[in-house]
């Protein structure tokens, strides 16, 4: 009988190692789980906490009253391109790091009111909309590779509606012109620019197929030799300074209290259809929701109060002044 007896022992014994185990998997198994709700959590609070741009270059927008995504109406972050143009339409706060301005407030109230969570994400211009030197204009890598769910306020143009889906306008058309020295040092004549060079800024709507529709200027229609493209407005005013262009083409909000340089031309509405809008790609359900809540905007003190901000908050800054671009002041 001991035999028997020696061998129950050590059953029992091996039961109880089993049952240890057991014991010590499930005390792993739900520290594990605990660990992994925990990363979790950090990552949802992480995507609805405001960043400073510093790093990653996105701005929440839509969280930015301390909501969770719990209370967005779905949970998608919706990708917003901005840029910095230097004037107050949108620019870089050096001190705070993110980009402000008209556009961003504006997108900011219009995802608020369609209670969505938005990003602003900084990037160059020539992501949302490229033109070269003698080419036509085409959509740029970034939107069309889907970086983005939207361009935020581009105006809206007959060549970019055969690309990309424009939203309902939340402002209106300014005017282009020639840009020369203060003074015009070299007496440039915007009415005959035959053998001149001009200046554009790389995918903005003051392109050189723009000014190809200005009936009032004899060679409006320039050789590719003639056309220069800058990275930004600094490079077409350092231009213009070398001598290596006549004059540059842009928004007149750009030219607008800059002490260096002037309009030196009529101001020309040729280019646009219509205003500035959100553009995106054609499949993209963005303006599906963008229309409706930024008619409710548009319709409120809120758009208002925006407009005013121009001269207020960003007033600091050339570019706009209120009634040249606010719908309805």
Request: negative net charge; contains cysteine; aromatic residues 10%.
């Amino acid at each position: 009988m001991e035999p028997a007896s020696s061998n129950k022992n050590l059953y029992e014994k091996d039961a109880s190692v089993r049952n240890g185990n057991s014991k010590l998997l499930l005390v792993v198994v739900v520290i594990a789980l605990c660990f992994a709700i925990a990363a979790f959590i950090l990552a949802m609070v992480s995507l609805v906490t405001q960043k400073d741009g510093s790093a990653s270059q996105i701005n929440l927008v839509g969280g930015a009253a301390g909501l969770t995504t719990a209370d967005y109406d779905d949970d998608k972050v919706w990708l917003i391109h901005t840029g910095h143009s230097g004037t107050n339409s949108e620019y870089i706060n050096e001190e705070t790091g993110r980009v402000e301005g008209f556009n961003p407030d504006i997108m900011n109230a219009v995802c608020r009111i369609a209670n969505k969570n938005c990003a602003l994400v900084f990037d160059v211009y020539t992501n949302c909309w490229d033109n070269q030197a003698g080419e036509s204009a085409r959509g740029g890598f970034g939107l069309m590779a889907g970086w983005f769910d939207a361009c935020g306020a581009w105006r809206v143009k007959p060549d970019r509606q055969r690309t990309f889906a424009f939203s309902d306008t939340f402002s209106r058309a300014p005017f282009h012109a020639f840009m020369t020295l203060t003074g015009n040092p070299e007496g440039f004549n915007w009415r005959d620019i035959t053998g001149k060079t001009i200046g554009f800024i790389d995918g903005f709507s003051a392109d050189e197929h723009c000014l190809a529709k200005a009936d009032a200027v004899t060679g409006a229609v320039l050789p590719a030799e003639n056309i220069v493209h800058c990275v930004d407005f600094e490079e077409c005013y350092d231009r213009l300074v070398a001598n290596t262009i006549d004059a540059a083409f842009m928004s007149v909000s750009k030219i607008r209290g800059q002490s260096s340089v002037e309009i030196a031309s009529e101001e020309f509405n040729a280019c646009q259809v219509q205003g500035f809008g959100m553009m995106a790609r054609f499949d993209n359900k963005l303006i599906e929701w963008w229309n409706p809540a930024q008619e409710k905007l548009l319709a409120s003190k809120e758009y208002h109060e925006i407009c005013k901000d121009v001269k207020i908050a960003h007033g600091h800054m050339p570019g706009y002044e209120p009634a040249d671009f606010c719908i309805g002041l």
